[in-house]
């Protein structure tokens, strides 16, 4: 059986946390910012944690590995 190998986009736009949890980045704030409202600005800052069953799909398909 050939290995496993890690999706190269995913591993570029999540990240697993040491609980096990699947922390990605927002969309929509790479261009256009001044279209977008200050609020819609403010609330795609950071992180955030993924749903548990999405998370889990992203884990056992697109990193395997990690």
């Known amino acids: 059986m050939p290995k496993l190998k890690t999706k190269s986009g995913a591993k570029k736009r999540f990240k ?3 609980t096990g949890k699947v922390m990605f980045a927002h969309e929509g704030k790479r261009h256009g910012m001044i279209k977008r409202t200050t609020k819609a600005i403010r609330q795609l800052r950071g992180t955030a944690v993924m749903f548990k069953t999405d998370g889990e799909r992203i884990k056992k398909f697109f ?3 990690g």
Do not use: A, D, R, V
């Open 63 to 65: 990193l395997p590995n």
């Open 16 to 18: 697993i946390t040491g």
